[in-house]
């Protein structure tokens, strides 16, 4: 498609439970990228991929976070244990191959926990 | 890391007159500078970049400046409109072959409100 489409829009969970977010890249990027934004519009960088493979994970809160981008799949970020601070937007942004490419933004997912 | 100011946090300007956003960056090897505007309830959408071996770009009413010995990098936009309200994040990273991948590190945010 010609968008980054995530679902789904909103998520409501109760502190401890499950969380799993999902992300379908524009078709022939090769990139995707996590980014959680908080409150105060403040955007924190999760996890990128190079296609099934985790490029860079700093940011990842690694106890409770994971991610995932399978072949023929969308890519998904789960939570486990969620906690009250977890309630944020999560984005996924997809970008192609090449230099200083653009990356487009999916339309979020709002989480938040109870 | 790198690690990247904005200011102001926000904004008011007539219809009509310009309006001016201001980022800073601290690392150096940083050379792909966007700048995204994201609306209520949507996500960033990509308004204008430039590259480190570029000064100043300008695309219609849209401006983007840059200084790389001050690390500067600012966004201009000229005869406002009301549909030009919204949040504007600048942001930065290692653009180029070797860093196709490399994660957007972006300001806080500038809330600009055009009134009529």
């Known amino acids: 498609g010609e968008e980054v489409a995530q679902t789904p829009k909103h998520l409501v969970r109760g502190e401890g439970q499950k969380a799993k977010l999902y992300c379908a890249p524009i078709?022939?990027?090769?990139?995707v990228f996590w980014y959680q934004q908080v409150l105060k519009n403040e955007f924190k960088f999760l996890i990128s991929f190079q296609n099934e493979n985790v490029f860079d994970e700093t940011g990842m809160p690694k106890e409770r976070f994971s991610a995932k981008c399978l072949p023929n799949s969308p890519c998904s970020l789960e939570i486990q244990a969620t906690k009250l601070e977890d309630s944020a937007v999560y984005f996924c942004?997809?970008?192609?191959?090449?230099?200083?490419?653009?990356?487009?933004f999916g339309q979020g997912t709002r989480l938040t926990v109870v | 890391g790198e690690n990247v100011e904005q200011h102001p946090s926000t904004l008011s300007v007539q219809e009509g007159d310009s309006a001016v956003i201001k980022c800073t960056y601290s690392?150096?090897?940083?050379?792909?500078f966007p700048w995204y505007k994201q609306e209520l309830g949507k996500g960033p959408q990509l308004i204008i970049d430039?590259?480190?071996?570029?000064g100043e770009k300008k695309d219609q009413r849209i401006a983007v400046t840059l200084n790389k010995t001050a690390k500067h990098f600012s966004l201009h936009i000229t005869e406002t409109q009301p549909e030009d309200s919204a949040v504007y994040f600048c942001?930065?990273?290692?653009?180029?072959?070797?860093?196709?991948?490399?994660?957007?590190?972006f300001g806080t945010g500038t809330r600009l409100q055009v009134t009529l």
């Open positions: 078709k022939g990027h090769s990139y």
């Open positions: 942001a930065a990273s290692k653009g180029g072959r070797t860093g196709t991948a490399s994660k957007l590190t």
């Open positions: 430039i590259r480190s071996n570029v």
């Open positions: 690392d150096s090897a940083s050379n792909y």
């Open positions: 942004a997809s970008k192609q191959r090449g230099e200083y490419t653009e990356a487009f």
